[in-house]
């Protein structure tokens, strides 16, 4: 079993809808949770991090987490063709070191 | 100017070269990493080092060397590429005393080993 779980996508969305991305992970002590997004040929670069349980919102973006099942997710609401990319979930253990999904790709239909 | 940067940003080279990838960021964090990532099987982790001193080996370190010249510097070595090495390579930093878990990327170094 991977550590950290995504769907490889991709997942396709008329733009004006909510994307959602799911992401599962394996270590219960996990405590920091983040959302890069990842453009073709670019470096990730960090749209979210959540650390408790719940959702956490941030302009078009929101996390939820639920530590009991190991889930975290990202809705992307309204979206834009301009979301189109790659979205890996990584997941923090205490300061120790990130592990990273293998990413979702996004595809927003204009 | 970047945070992060890495040079060179492109490298094609031959089979059984060394090569070296360098890292330097001004974030003054103290926490740096080494990733590649290939299709299909997101970032992994190369090397690590939380700070000068501490280096540490990630899930694929074979045929990889590292060294942490400063704070601010950590570089990537392949003493004798090999095809399947071909790749791109990110160098992170994070901060121990902010967020550790939370990390930066440099653009990024698409090596091509012939």
């Known amino acids: 079993q991977k550590e950290v779980e995504q769907n490889s996508g991709p997942l396709s969305v008329p733009e004006g809808a909510i994307a959602s991305l799911n992401c599962t992970y394996s270590?219960?002590?996990?405590?920091?949770f983040f959302w890069y997004r990842q453009y073709s040929g670019k470096s990730p670069e960090l749209i979210m991090s959540i650390y408790s349980n719940g959702d956490k919102e941030d302009g078009r973006f929101t996390a939820q987490l639920n530590k009991a099942s190991q889930y975290v997710s990202l809705l992307i609401r309204d979206s834009q063709p301009s979301d189109s990319a790659t979205y890996l979930c990584a997941v923090g253990a205490r300061g120790f070191k990130t592990i990273f999904g293998a990413g979702t790709r996004l595809f927003v239909k204009a | 100017d970047a945070d992060v940067t890495q040079t060179p940003r492109n490298r094609i080279t031959k089979t059984g070269k060394r090569i070296m990838l360098e890292c330097s960021q001004t974030?003054?964090?103290?926490?740096m990493y080494w990733y590649r990532q290939d299709p299909g099987l997101g970032l992994r982790l190369i090397y690590y080092?939380?700070?000068?001193?501490?280096?540490n080996k990630g899930e694929i370190s074979d045929g990889y060397s590292v060294s942490r010249q400063a704070q601010a510097k950590f570089s990537l070595s392949l003493e004798s590429a090999i095809p399947n090495q071909t790749a791109l390579y990110f160098c992170?930093?994070?901060?121990?005393?902010?967020?550790?878990?939370?990390?930066?990327f440099g653009p990024g170094t698409r090596l091509t080993v012939l």
């Open positions: 992170a930093t994070s901060d121990s005393s902010g967020s550790p878990d939370t990390q930066y």
């Open positions: 974030k003054g964090h103290d926490r």
């Open positions: 080092s939380f700070d000068v001193k501490d280096i």
């Open positions: 270590d219960r002590g996990s405590q920091s």
